[in-house]
């Protein structure tokens, strides 16, 4: 088993479609703080000071890789702008640096699925992460992928109707047809890794009126997890936005998320509870 520190701590915030760094900055800011906050609550009884450095690495995989038809340019760009910096972060195969990710909408989803079949397929390279990685956190994800959730995905990118959301939709059903002539089976293979997903704590926040993020069958998955005895996490609310919780729940969010980061970091340093 491998001891990891509690003087330092990576978060990885997998972006929804569209998003951009100054979009993931108070996500930062939250899960910063509920570590940092966490490792304060450690303080040995002499009074001495109790730190954690946390550095988080915001990535949003670019639109037109969410939608391609085939994997490979999600697989090149998860190696080259997430698993490279990531095992740079941790200190290569020989850190001990505890890692989290925080993954919104299926943009956030698919860098998940590609970081851990990445790891399944050259454990000889990456495989070490797979022991770093402590806790997921998913906000409206992970949502099973149809015509009409990828659909409503182009209409929250390119919001204002015009040739530009014409374009991306034509382009959308062209690349549809496509991905069901090469791979008909990518939307429940993609469900499947989602369910298999067992190596650390996860955490699901969602909403039942999500359009994006089927409340129904991510119910039936977190339930499928809980009795095989996965350490999962959930909570929902009625009427929330998509990839919109934090705005429109602020504190409920931010509690959640503290006491499930909390719990992550509990479970590594016993002697921190």
């Known amino acids: ?69 085939v994997a490979w340019p999600r697989t090149r760009w998860v190696k080259d702008m997430v698993i490279k910096k990531l095992g740079e972060a941790v200190g290569g195969p020989e850190g001990r640096v505890p890692v989290l990710v925080y993954a919104f909408s299926n943009g956030g989803g698919f860098v998940v699925e590609q970081l851990f079949e990445l790891m399944e397929r050259y454990p000889e390279n990456y ?26 995905v182009i209409e929250e990118v390119f919001p204002v109707p015009g040739i530009r959301r014409w374009s991306a939709r034509m382009g959308q059903q062209c690349l549809g047809v496509i991905a069901r002539l090469l791979d008909g089976k990518r939307g429940a293979r993609y469900w499947k890794m989602m369910e298999d997903l067992d190596s ?18 991510l119910y039936g998955l977190i339930v499928g997890k809980l009795n095989r005895g996965h350490a999962v996490d959930s909570v929902s609310w009625a009427v929330s936005g998509h990839c919109r919780h934090y705005a429109e729940h602020p504190v409920e969010y931010g509690r959640f998320v503290e006491r499930f980061t909390s719990r992550v970091m509990a479970q590594l340093h016993p002697n921190k509870l």
Not at 43 to 69: Q, T
């Open 1 to 69: 088993m491998v001891v990891l520190r509690d003087d330092k701590c990576v978060v990885v915030l997998c972006g929804w479609a569209g998003s951009h760094p100054k979009h993931l900055k108070k996500y930062e800011d939250l899960i910063r703080q509920c570590i940092i906050r966490h490792a304060g609550k450690g303080a040995r009884k002499d009074n001495a000071s109790a730190g954690c450095d946390v550095v988080c690495l915001s990535k949003s995989l670019p639109v037109e890789y969410i939608f391609s038809p």
């Open 127 to 152: 495989g070490f992460l797979r022991s770093r990685i402590v806790g997921i956190l998913f906000d409206s994800a992970p949502g099973y992928m149809t015509p009409q959730v990828a659909s409503r």
């Open 200 to 217: 650390c704590p996860i955490c699901y926040l969602y909403s039942e009126d999500d359009p994006l993020c089927d409340a129904e069958k």
